[in-house]
């Protein structure tokens, strides 16, 4: 009789498990063993294997197709593959991945000169991440706000962070006492002091929050993982009145919202105001890991050697091909295919909220749209990756898309095609596992009796 190996019995909880999340998958593959057992567990995986993408395509290692509504989180901006960001990464692998913040490479500083074309702020920093530029913009603030009659290592008077509800800015230190999910942040407590929340677009509570002790309020110009809310006229002009006022700094967080995403180069670009840092990363180097810190000259003057570092952040490779990213923008016109694209998809989701009545909401701009239902959202993503389509749920009741901005017309169509088929044959669940029951319940009530 032949014995099963540890290793056999394994292969088959792996085999289970892929079965019983309803996701076609590799059957027994190694590589998802490996990740299981040596991975740290910090997400929970679709147990399928993304092999390779090309537009607005992936495909997995069944070689099963899905439509990528949701672009690796607001990174894959151009889709997969794209031959213009394909031909600048052969070419400058073949130079020099890596060369040093001790030099000048060729594509730092035209870099630099773009993006401040674009943002209206005048000086940059490269990061490596997203969480990276928050944490470096916080360090600003401090800097900033620090008289110089304050001893160096003493808490400055003026030391407090504003930042909103339902924020989310990264997982660093910093990035995490700004983050109001107390699930991100608790767990790892004391973080950085200071910071306090306002309540989302409530200019009163911002009123009575912001005093001289303020060095900064950071703010998502629209909330990503928040559930795409975007921030009003009112409360960003009062909150950038307040900032000048008080002598702190508006920093406004466009790691997913910035660089196209909206169908303006900033979020922010909406309003009449500038903040004094605006942050970025995501799409930055159309999926190289590439962040950047924005600021104006006032706040670059408090800024010497020595101060802030990096070793990776702004390399050759990632430079170039983030040059090539916004190039790519311009010369593609892809602003107006994302207002267009956009405009297409929001109708298209009105007409099916029309129809299912657990559509709460459509939120957005641009390519960054929120779907709120008053059910369960996990169930609808799972659902749309047996029928082949990638999106993702945030705050528990909001879907989320982040198509890339070359999609076409075709493409919202077939979108607007599968997602009714997923609206229409997903079982609906009433309440998240770990809920924060934010569905209105007679709504959910109702939905589930369906
Ligand atoms: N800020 C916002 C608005 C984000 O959406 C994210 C990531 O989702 C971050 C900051 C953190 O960026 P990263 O994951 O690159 O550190």
Known sequence: MMRTSPRKKAVSRAAFKSKTSGIQTVKQDARLLDAEKFLLPTYKRA???????????????????????????????????????????????ARAIHLSNLYHNAHQGPLARKLAAWSGLDRVFFTNSGTEAVDGA????????????????????????LALENSFHGRTFGAISVTSTEKYRLPFAPVVPGAEFVRFNDVADLESKFDSTVCAILLETIQGEGGIRSVSEAFWNRARA??????????????????????????????????????????????????????S???????????????????????????????????????????????ELREGLAKLAAKFDFIREIRGEGLMVGVELSVEGAPFVAEAMQHGLLINCTHDFTLRLLPPFIINRAQVREFLRLFELILATTPQQAFASDSGKTADPARVAHAAAR
């Not at 706000?145 to 003493?154: L, V």
């Not at 909206?262 to 004094?276: C, I, L, M, N, V």
């Not at 990213?325 to 107006?336: C, R």
Request: glycine share 12%.
């Open 138 to 161: 916080m360090k600003l603030a401090r800097l900033v706000a620090r008289n110089p009659e304050e001893a160096p290592g003493t808490t400055a008077r003026k030391h407090r962070f």
């Open 47 to 93: 147990p399928v294997i993304m092999m390779h993408g090309r537009g607005a395509y992936v495909f997995d290692a069944t070689g099963k197709k899905y439509l990528d509504f949701l672009g690796g989180i607001a990174v894959n901006a151009l889709g997969h593959a794209h031959p213009r960001i394909v031909k600048v990464i052969r070419r400058e692998a």
């Open 242 to 295: 307040l900032a000048t006022q008080h002598g702190a700094l508006s920093i406004a967080d466009e790691i997913q919202c910035g660089l196209g995403r909206t169908g303006r180069y900033f979020a922010y670009q909406k309003f009449s105001s500038k903040p004094d840092i605006a942050l970025i990363a995501k799409p930055l180097a159309a999926g190289l890991p590439l962040g950047a810190i924005l600021t």
């Open 297 to 343: 000259e006032a706040v670059a003057s408090r800024v010497s050697p020595g101060m802030h570092g990096t070793t990776f952040g702004g390399g050759p490779l990632a430079c170039a091909a983030a040059l090539e990213f916004l190039e790519t923008i311009e010369s593609e016109k892809l602003l107006e295919n994302i207002r267009a694209r956009g405009a």
